[in-house]
């Protein structure tokens, strides 16, 4: 009798902390994404060229890094924190998601996402010549 009550509640809190689990791992991803972003923008990378060979933009190319799918649906936005554009200013790449919680939460909960962000900010190395600031959708 006692197992059979304490089952639902151990199994729900099983599915909790793996969906945490996801939840974290989607956060890890999306900083690394961020992170080389930061990088491609700060030395002005020309994705035209090898060996990336891309007619994407830059903020695309780097929504298209992460490892899921689900993950390649983040919005990427680079800006210039300072306004300035000049070598040694910085420059910020942040990416983010609206992750789903747990489908048993949506009673429970009155907002069912929540959103992951990755960022980085990286010092500009040269002008930016092959980008622009702005975001995806």
């Known amino acids: 009798m006692e197992f059979g009550l304490v089952v639902p ?12 689990g996801k939840f974290m ?3 890890l991803d999306l900083t690394h994404v961020a992170n080389y972003g930061a990088r491609l923008a700060a030395v002005d990378t020309d994705l035209a060229k ?8 830059l903020q695309t190319f780097i929504q298209h890094q992460a490892e899921t799918e689900e993950l ?12 300035d554009q000049t070598a040694g200013s910085p420059v910020k790449v942040q990416v983010s998601y609206d992750y789903s919680l ?4 949506d009673s429970l ?10 960022s980085a900010t ?3 190395e040269h002008l ?10």
Do not use: K, Q
């Not at 509640?9 to 945490?20: A, G, I, M, S, Y």
């Not at 909960?109 to 990755?118: A, F, N």
């Open 72 to 83: 390649r649906g983040a919005t990427v936005c680079i800006s210039f924190p300072t306004g």
């Open 9 to 20: 509640l151990l199994c729900f809190l099983v599915l909790v902390l793996v969906d945490f």
């Open 109 to 118: 909960l009155p907002r069912r996402t929540l959103t992951v962000r990755g």
């Open 102 to 105: 747990v489908p048993l939460l």
């Open 122 to 124: 990286m010092r500009l």
């Open 128 to 137: 930016p010549e092959h980008f622009a600031a702005g975001c995806t959708t």
């Open 50 to 57: 090898p060996p990336f060979n891309s007619a994407l933009s």
């Open 25 to 27: 791992n989607y956060w």
